[in-house]
């Protein structure tokens, strides 16, 4: 008998720690995303970019000469979101763009450190793009692009 008034005190402990570690993750989550967007919201840290793109030459050689080719269209690429204030800084990156438009194989050339490398790999890896074309077929094309803060 004395063992379930023993059970139900561990069972309230236990619901109050549940609910207080829920409580301060949410807390912990929304500090950093009020961070983000204050760091969105900054005039002048926006990124410049120099972008070049190539059509991959396994693909030029199976298809024989490709007479009308044209380079993917970017439509959702937006920019990553660096935490270096007054440095000036360049990331590059180079990936492949498949023929579903989609980043693949995305690799740093020249980073900042683990942290911001991350976060531009992150950011590469959501862009969208209208896939490049050989002859109208979609084909994978190579992609190489710098960003520096100035």
């Given at each position: 008998m ?57 693909n030029a050689a ?20 660096l ?6 800084s ?61």
């Open positions: 004395a063992l379930r008034p023993l059970g139900l005190l561990v069972l309230l402990v236990a619901a109050f720690a549940i609910s207080w570690a829920s409580v301060e993750r949410s807390a912990v989550r929304v500090s950093s995303q009020a961070a983000r967007f204050g760091r969105e919201r900054k005039p002048g840290t926006l990124s410049v970019r120099n972008s070049n793109f190539s059509t991959m030459a396994r199976r298809s024989g000469s490709c007479e009308a080719a044209q380079p993917p269209e970017a439509l959702a690429t937006p920019n990553p979101l935490d270096t204030p007054g440095l000036s360049a990331v590059t990156v180079s990936f492949i763009i498949g023929v579903d438009g989609r980043v693949h194989s995305p690799l740093i050339l020249e980073g900042l450190g683990p942290a911001e490398d991350r976060i531009v790999l992150d950011t590469v890896r959501s862009w969208r793009f209208r896939p490049a074309t050989c002859n109208g077929v979609p084909t994978e094309a190579e992609g190489k692009i710098a960003f520096s803060n100035r």
